[in-house]
């Protein structure tokens, strides 16, 4: 299985964020995800929500503390190349958290930032207990 992320949104941005994805490349209908191919990137699209089941509880209250109600979009994505290009078409100018499943939920606005800074930032790579833009910062 390839590597997958969780983009959290309030309710608006949340639709802005599903008609931005239906948007920004090739989409095409599938038995577990949809396809998005972007140039030579191709991601697998959950939109049903349904990956919120997966979330422990502690995590879902923190989560709607940030945003009260909230959608959720699963992404599986083929390379760190791939989805830095995607997310900085998609999430450019919205509100959201981004569940890396590698331990950290991150601010929207954090990961460009985080990506403007060190273009070859990889979050598989990262410390979680050194959370770098969820006000955990040391």
């Given at each position: 299985?390839?590597?997958?992320?969780?983009?959290?949104?309030?309710v608006d941005t949340h639709r802005k964020l599903v008609d931005r994805l239906r948007h920004?490349?090739?989409?095409?209908?599938?038995?577990?995800?949809?396809?998005?191919?972007?140039?030579?990137?191709?991601?697998?699209?959950?939109?049903?929500?349904?990956?919120?089941?997966?979330?422990?509880?502690?995590?879902?209250?923190?989560?709607?503390?940030?945003?009260?109600?909230?959608?959720?979009?699963?992404?599986?994505?083929?390379?760190?190349?791939?989805?830095?290009?995607l997310l900085s078409r998609v999430i450019q100018g919205l509100d959201g958290l981004l569940?890396?499943?590698?331990?950290?939920?991150?601010?929207?606005?954090?990961?460009?930032?985080?990506?403007?800074?060190?273009?070859?930032?990889?979050?598989?790579?990262?410390?979680?207990?050194?959370?770098?833009?969820?006000?955990?910062?040391?």
């Amino acid at each position: 299985m390839r590597p997958t992320i969780v983009l959290l949104s309030d309710v608006d941005t949340h639709r802005k964020l599903v008609d931005r994805l239906r948007h920004v490349g090739s989409c095409s209908e599938g038995e577990f995800f949809d396809r998005l191919e972007r140039g030579a990137c191709s991601f697998g699209v959950d939109l049903s929500g349904d990956v919120i089941a997966e979330f422990e509880e502690e995590e879902i209250t923190e989560i709607s503390r940030e945003l009260e109600e909230f959608g959720a979009i699963l992404i599986e994505y083929p390379d760190m190349s791939c989805v830095r290009q995607l997310l900085s078409r998609v999430i450019q100018g919205l509100d959201g958290l981004l569940d890396t499943n590698h331990g950290e939920l991150l601010r929207y606005d954090h990961v460009l930032e985080r990506f403007r800074l060190d273009p070859f930032w990889d979050w598989r790579n990262h410390d979680p207990d050194k959370a770098w833009g969820t006000g955990n910062e040391t």
